[in-house]
T-cell receptor, first 113, second 113 residues
Framework: DQQVKQNSPSLSVQEGRISILNCDYT??????FLWYKKYPAEGPTFLIS?????DKNEDGRFTVFLNKSAKHLSLHIVPSQPGDSAVYFC????????????FGTGTRLQVFP | ETGVTQTPRHLVMGMTNKKSLKCEQH?????MYWYKQSAKKPLELMFV???????ENNSVPSRFSPECPNSSHLFLHLHTLQPEDSALYLC????????????FGAGSRLTVL
């Protein structure tokens, strides 16, 4: 049973528009959430994170929103650029520091001109 | 070299072969990880090493045997694999075990015939 779910396998967005990637989780013990981005033939790279004491974290064009009651987080990219085309993975873990990050299956974002 | 380097990038092996995947990190991190990424599945944690000691073995079959001779190097020895073991194997490192932000290598794409 997947504890972290990314229900949209792909998303296509026009350049300049907003991209919204969604992630749902089932484990209420998760306290820390991350987004990773992966280009083809490269490993995933850390993008942005949020802890459960916040509901929003912003870094440039990237903003992550956390809704704990709904067990839902989302990544907003605005404005979207062609270089943002990649697979985005959501991940979650308890803040207690276990070594286990639980990943979602990823959403492939394509930003077209 | 910088970051996390994995070799080989591609490997094809028969079910009776013995091969090894190698990972090297140049970040001064103290923890190293093996993850498996199968098609349309989440990244699955296989092994965690902290200061060269194995701290996590996520119910991985014994045909996968990890080795961590020092904090910079990690191996995954492969023996009598099955076709369903074909996947992308990703190595990662972090400053300490329990840290949530991982730095990944580009992965080793394994095909078992």
């Amino acid at each position: 049973d997947q504890q972290v779910k990314q229900n949209s396998p792909s998303l296509s967005v026009q350049e300049g528009r907003i991209s919204i990637l969604n992630c749902d989780y089932t484990n209420s013990m998760f306290d820390y959430f991350l987004w990773y981005k992966k280009y083809p033939a490269e490993g995933p790279t850390f993008l942005i994170s949020i802890s459960s004491i916040k509901d929003k974290n912003e870094d440039g064009r990237f903003t992550v929103f956390l809704n704990k009651s709904a067990k839902h987080l989302s990544l907003h990219i605005v404005p979207s650029q062609p270089g943002d085309s990649a697979v985005y993975f959501c991940a979650a873990s308890p803040l207690s520091g276990t070594d286990k990050l639980i990943f979602g299956t990823g959403t492939r974002l394509q930003v077209f001109p | 070299e910088t970051g996390v380097t994995q070799t080989p990038r591609h490997l094809v092996m028969g079910m009776t072969n013995k091969k090894s995947l190698k990972c090297e990190q140049h970040l001064g991190h103290n923890a190293m990880y093996w993850y498996k990424q199968s098609a349309k599945k989440p990244l699955e944690l296989m092994f965690v090493y902290s200061l060269e000691e194995r701290v996590e073995n996520n119910s991985v079959p014994s045909r996968f045997s990890p080795e961590c001779p020092n904090s910079s190097h990690l191996f995954l020895h492969l023996h009598t694999l099955q076709p369903e073991d074909s996947a992308l194997y990703l190595c990662a490192s972090s400053q300490a075990s329990g840290a949530n932000v991982l730095t990944f290598g580009a992965g080793s794409r394994l095909t078992v015939l």
